[in-house]
Nanobody, 118 residues
Framework: QVHLVESGGGLVHPGDSLTLSCKASGTISSSNIMGWYRQAPGKQRELVATIGSIGGPNYADSVKGRFSISRDNAKNTVTLRMNSLKPEDTAAYYC????????????WGQGTQVTVSS
């Protein structure tokens, strides 16, 4: 089992920046993918950015150039730096951890709300 705890959401104005953090605990595999997904009211959950324990990051087209994901493997944390926030970035943001053990296993955080409004 893997437990994820997120922090850093809040209410900001358009153009502001915000940083989300997520810490994983429990049975952590040395090979895993961590990332962020978001879900706006009435919409499906969508990928924001992911980063593997090895390899580079992956971003949704809608956040490329504005968001940056990084991780600290020693601390089992993943961070999402969000710049130039837009009202359409408003959503609940969920931390995700996944690894492969014969099949893909996904774990989710409880979610943190990001609201971008003037």
């Amino acid at each position: 089992q893997v437990h994820l705890v997120e922090s850093g959401g809040g209410l900001v104005h358009p153009g502001d920046s915000l940083t989300l953090s997520c810490k994983a605990s429990g049975t952590i595999s040395s090979s895993n993918i961590m990332g962020w997904y978001r879900q706006a009211p009435g919409k499906q959950r969508e990928l924001v950015a992911t980063i593997g324990s090895i390899g580079g990051p992956n971003y949704a087209d809608s956040v490329k150039g504005r968001f940056s994901i990084s991780r600290d493997n020693a601390k089992n944390t993943v961070t999402l730096r969000m710049n130039s926030l837009k009202p359409e970035d408003t959503a609940a943001y969920y931390c995700n951890y996944r690894n492969y053990r014969g099949m893909w296993y996904d774990y989710w955080g409880q979610g943190t709300q990001v609201t971008v409004s003037s």
